[in-house]
């Protein structure tokens, strides 16, 4: 690859502005594009639909793009990296057969099964076969878990402790609830445990592991209420110690490689392993085929060396040749939702105290924001902005993230207060 480097990235959340974020300090960044992008990444942004890969193509041609960085999962899943195979032009991401991983959860469980990698029991069920689904749910204990096979915008799991609810929420599911992506569902048996998301990237022969993070699914303190998309993160995790993750790199990691390869199945980009801690025994729950959202707040921040080196090195395949330095400090991101979220709730709240939370040495990463021109911002989406900071220890760093984020201000603002509850002593 040239020296310089003209680089687009597809997305508009926080995960792209942490990664546009690291991005911009590379020397090896000319130019950078984000599209859609938000307000935290305005003077970068172009309107432009990752979905609309005509459009993409065309203005990669017109603006001299060297490396296209696939934020969000559903532009891979439907082929962007296909599409750009025989350009010349490198994607950060799978092709549409890689992609399947987070694409279908069925095709994930069975790959998991295949390869011997830890995971649980499973069963799939559709509309024609729900009898049987009954009667598997019957074999299983309480809580039980029921999983959407395709895209749902990470609110396409279900976890209910009623079995009768656990059979009514299958049939609906099956007749709908997420469209498309519930015409299969895939129940799962329920694994206790704590959860930590470990990214791996690869470029297709090789690995590097990224530093490991926590992220809190719940909308409630405690984990209590619905799921979504994050409420924030840590790393690093205390429990995946140097024991635990070579349990992770020989049982999971390195089979996973070799697993895509054997079905021949080329693969380059990241793998987000989203791991259950089980009495410490690491069990996959799911892969995504993508940095996570928030862990990207947190991970991007430790991660010391140049982003940029490191996507040559995916792309180029001479990721063996790249060492990571992690930040031996602790990280934490607390996010700022609109109130309402994950139900619905309005937009275009202007926000103000950005600068007060910068003030207090937080990094803040926008995700549903849009920008009014001159520096200000209003609300558009559910999670509104990451409120990232460092410390000497996890507490440290939560702690001076939710001083930040108690600075932020718009209408309906919400944010949970016990993001690393659990690391507290």
């Known amino acids: 690859m040239k020296q310089n480097l003209h680089i687009l990235l597809l997305g508009s959340g926080g995960r792209e502005a942490a990664m546009a974020w690291k991005m911009l300090q590379s020397p090896r960044t000319e130019q950078l594009f984000v599209a859609p992008g938000n307000a935290g990444t305005a003077e970068h942004n172009v309107d432009l639909d990752p979905m609309d890969f005509d459009a993409v193509e065309e203005f990669v041609k017109a603006n001299g793009i060297d490396l296209i960085v696939v934020g969000p999962e559903q532009p891979l899943v439907a082929g962007i990296a296909d599409r750009f195979a025989d350009t010349g032009v490198k994607v950060i991401g799978p092709g549409a057969r890689g992609a399947m991983l987070e694409g279908s959860k069925e095709f ?44 749902a915008a990470g609110k396409g799991v279900i976890i209910l402790d009623s079995k009768g609810d656990a059979k009514d929420t299958l049939a609906e599911m099956l007749e709908g609830m997420f469209g498309e992506s519930s015409a299969t569902v895939v129940i799962e048996e329920y694994l206790s445990g704590i959860e930590c998301s470990v ?31 994050g ?25 996973t490689l070799e697993g895509l390869k054997s079905e021949e199945i080329p693969y380059s980009g990241f793998i987000f392993i989203g791991l259950m801690n089980v009495d410490g025994e690491p069990m996959v729950i799911e892969y995504n085929v993508r940095m996570g959202d928030p862990e990207t707040e947190v991970v ?16 180029d395949k001479t990721l063996a040749l790249k060492k990571i330095e992690i930040d031996p400090r602790a990280s934490a991101t607390v996010m700022c939702v609109s109130g309402g979220y994950p139900g619905s709730y309005e937009k275009g709240k202007p926000i103000s105290g950005l600068d007060e939370a910068e003030a207090e040495g937080c990094i803040l990463f926008h995700a549903g924001t849009r920008s009014l021109g001159e520096g200000t911002a209003v609300t558009s989406g559910g999670r509104v902005i990451a409120c990232s900071a460092y410390g000497d220890n996890i507490v440290e760093a939560v702690d001076k993230a939710l001083d930040g984020a108690s600075k932020i201000d718009f209408d309906g603002k919400y ?11």
């Not at 690869?202 to 799921?227: C, M």
């Not at 991007?300 to 792309?315: C, F, H, N, T």
């Not at 944010?415 to 002593?425: A, C, K, P, V």
């Open 415 to 425: 944010f949970r207060h016990d993001i690393g509850f659990e690391f507290r002593s």
């Open 108 to 151: 994930a469980k069975e790959f998991m099964f295949s390869h011997a990698i830890p995971t649980a029991r499973f069963m799939t069920v559709t509309r024609d076969t729900i009898e049987e689904g009954y009667q598997f749910l019957e074999s299983l204990n309480p809580p039980y878990v029921l999983k959407a096979d395709g895209l």
């Open 231 to 255: 409420m924030g993160a840590v790393s690093p995790v205390p429990f995946a110690d140097e024991a635990f993750m070579e349990k992770v790199e020989r049982r999971i990691v390195v089979p």
């Open 199 to 229: 990214f791996v990237a690869t470029d297709g022969e090789y690995y590097r592991i990224l530093p490991v993070a926590k992220d809190y699914k719940r909308i409630g303190e405690g984990e209590s209420g619905p799921n979504t998309g």
């Open 300 to 315: 991007m921040p430790r991660l010391k060396s140049d982003l940029v080196d490191l996507l040559e090195g995916i792309a």
